[in-house]
């Protein structure tokens, strides 16, 4: 996959998302994540959903959007296939992402879940600027 490289783990699942903008690296991570649950190309993008979190730095807020994204395919049954985000400072002087993330309702007969992703861990995550845009690391917990 362009832009996302899956790591050797022994365990888990481990990967690296890049991006020119720090937008395309957290969509990156997200795709990332969702390839890892289902067929990213069975995902239609049919329905919009809000978007908004805020957290004390751009690290901690990836890691929120991927908890969000697992939530939303966890507890709502809604698979992601793209977001649309917009980066700023809330009232408390944290960072925040808003916008919308695109995607559908899980439908059993299209989307054959791959591998069960229990959380988004804080073990080997990073978030940093290169020379190139943006990287991330993650690993998920299945």
């Known amino acids: 996959m362009q832009n996302i490289e899956f790591l050797e783990h022994t365990a888990d699942v481990k990967f690296k998302a890049v991006g020119k903008t720090m937008g395309e690296c957290f969509s990156n991570s997200a795709r990332a994540l969702v390839h890892t649950l289902v067929d990213e190309k069975t995902i239609s993008p049919k329905l919009n959903r809000p978007i908004e979190l805020d957290a004390e730095n751009y690290e901690d807020l990836l890691h929120k959007f991927l908890e969000e994204i697992l939530f939303q395919f966890q507890v709502e049954e809604f698979l992601t296939a793209k977001a649309e985000l917009k980066f700023g400072e809330s009232k408390n002087s944290w960072v925040q992402l808003s916008g919308k ?7 059993s007969t299209r989307h054959e879940i791959k591998t069960d992703v229990k959380a988004v861990t804080w073990n080997d995550f990073s978030l940093k600027k290169t020379k190139e845009g943006w990287e991330s690391t993650v690993l998920l917990d299945v």
């Open 101 to 107: 993330i695109i995607g559908e309702r899980i439908n």
